[in-house]
């Protein structure tokens, strides 16, 4: 039976010739910020101030994902790389001081691996 392995090409670092796909590893970022002051309505105040701002959409960002749990909204980014997500922080941080959210410390991480369906 073939191993994961041999199914996957995994290389370190390096996508191959192909898009994300299982077992793959890559230079991406994940990025993840938890607050406990971003409620649904503050959500769409900042959405609402990026997109005047003309970053709703930046560059370097790969997904966007924000979920609510109890209430409050958790932000889940890939971008492209850390430095992507940097250069996005000097339109971002204006607007979630403007709707007095405070982002605390982001949590990032290289990301391992993204399974498309």
Known sequence: MPSISSSFPYREGVFADAPVQFG???????LGLH????????YGDVMEG??????????GRLYHVA???DGQIQVFDIWESEE???AFGASLM???AGHGVD??????S???NIVEA
Request: aromatic share 4%; net charge neutral.
């Open 24 to 30: 793959r590893v890559s230079e991406k970022s994940g």
């Open 67 to 69: 979920l609510e749990t």
């Open 35 to 42: 607050t406990q002051s971003f409620t649904p309505a503050t």
């Open 84 to 86: 992507a997500f940097t």
């Open 94 to 96: 204006p607007v979630l």
């Open 110 to 112: 290289r990301v391992h």
């Open 103 to 108: 982002p605390g410390a982001p949590m990032t």
């Open 50 to 59: 990026l997109d005047a701002a003309g970053a709703a959409s930046p560059t």
